[in-house]
């Protein structure tokens, strides 16, 4: 069975400092990974995805993931966090024949001091 | 409009009420989903509906009772619930619901109350 396990709870980094939001999947078979950001009464907005190819993927707001097989993981990194920045942050796998069906994890929150 | 809009924004509810959810998608998605978020919890799958058609019902009470008459409208309709169902109900929509690779866009939920 899927499963994604978010480590951290909460993080709090500086403004300007650089982070790095861990994501640990478990999965058979190469999987779909996502990251989705939700601010305070908001949905859930897709960051970036992987599906194939290469491992380090850009998004949207500054945000890349790297995707390491050898390690089961799909971090989130952003060199200069920005205040705009502070949310929570959810990892999601899913397969490729289960369409929206995605297993999420707990989540991490974010916390920007300036 | 676009996107994906989910009415009302906040409910609350007694319960022996009936009262329904509202979820309407103007992508031209042809697979709608129902997410519960509840506090310390990961996000749960309710149901799937893939070309209006359930193709999924992740052993959800039958207090809660999801209709989709069309590709772009999804409800879901709540009668007898209990204070533990309190929590944010997301709406989701994609390109198809056997498509992984097709992403998931979420509307802002409905943020419901059971008192």
């Known amino acids: 069975a899927q499963s994604v396990t978010q480590p951290d709870i909460h993080i709090t980094v500086s403004e300007g400092a650089s982070l790095e939001l861990r994501c640990n999947y478990s999965?058979?078979?190469?999987?779909?990974l996502f990251w989705y950001v939700q601010s305070p009464g908001q949905g859930l907005q897709l960051l970036l995805k992987y599906f194939s190819g290469d491992t380090l993927v850009q998004g949207i707001k500054g945000f890349e993931a790297e995707f390491k097989r050898s390690q089961s993981s799909f971090n989130l990194r952003k060199p200069s966090v920005h205040w705009s920045d502070a949310a929570e942050y959810f990892c999601a796998v899913g397969a490729h024949n289960q369409g929206g069906k995605l297993i999420f994890g707990q989540g991490t929150e974010l916390s920007v001091k300036p | 409009e676009t996107g994906v809009t989910q009415t009302p924004r906040h409910l609350v509810m007694g319960m022996t009420n009936k009262k329904s959810l509202k979820c309407e998608q103007h992508l031209g998605h042809n697979a709608m989903y129902w997410y519960k978020q509840s506090a310390k919890k990961p996000l749960e799958l309710m149901f799937v509906y893939s070309l209006e058609e359930r193709v999924e019902n992740n052993s959800v009470p039958s207090r809660f009772s999801p209709e989709c008459p069309n590709s772009s409208h999804l409800f879901l309709h709540l009668h007898t619930l209990q204070p533990e169902d309190s929590a944010l109900y997301l709406c989701?929509?994609?390109?198809?619901?056997?498509?992984?690779?097709?992403?998931?866009?979420f509307g802002n939920g409905t943020r419901l109350t059971v008192t």
């Open positions: 989701a929509s994609s390109l198809g619901s056997d498509r992984g690779s097709s992403p998931l866009h």
């Open positions: 999965y058979g078979a190469t999987p779909y």
